[in-house]
């Protein structure tokens, strides 16, 4: 199956040349969504909680756009301009999952486009 682009229109529009999600074997990879309200686009407060927040629903917005679920999440990337703030975003990430979370990667960036303070990309499958 030849890569596609899905439609997101409620997601929050990119701020770079990239796509918000691309599809292709039945994966579906989503740029990593940062703490920008799609509603108004303003960004989350700089607080790693209230971002990582936003940025959980941003995915779920993502993913209910494109006909999914947290639950279809198979894999993970997180990233962080500080790794002290892993146990806040650990928690708060962690109640978006089931008894089956998605296999997962966690890193501190040396710094996040824009200032943000968390970063998370997903790949789902259909």
Same mark, same amino acid.
């Given at each position: 199956m030849p890569k596609s682009i899905p439609s997101t229109p409620s997601a929050p529009k990119p701020i770079a040349p990239y796509s %918000?999600? @691309?599809?292709?074997?039945?994966l579906v990879f989503i740029s990593g969504q940062v703490a920008i309200?799609?509603?108004t686009g303003e960004r @989350?407060?700089?607080? %790693?909680? @209230? !971002?990582?927040? !936003?940025?959980?629903?941003?995915i779920g917005t993502v993913l209910g756009d494109l006909g999914l679920g947290y639950d279809d999440i %198979?894999?993970?990337t997180i990233f962080l301009?500080?790794?002290?703030?892993?146990?806040? %975003?650990?928690?708060?990430?962690?109640?978006?999952?089931?008894d089956e979370p998605p296999a997962r990667s966690t890193i501190q960036a040396g710094a996040l486009p824009g200032g943000f303070l968390v970063e998370i990309e997903v790949v789902a499958a259909r």
């Open positions: %918000v999600a @691309a599809e292709a074997n039945g309200d799609p509603a @989350a407060p700089d607080d %790693v909680e @209230a !971002q990582t927040r !936003q940025v959980m629903a941003n %198979v894999k993970t301009a500080d790794i002290g703030s892993f146990p806040t %975003v650990n928690e708060i990430y962690g109640s978006y999952f089931s």
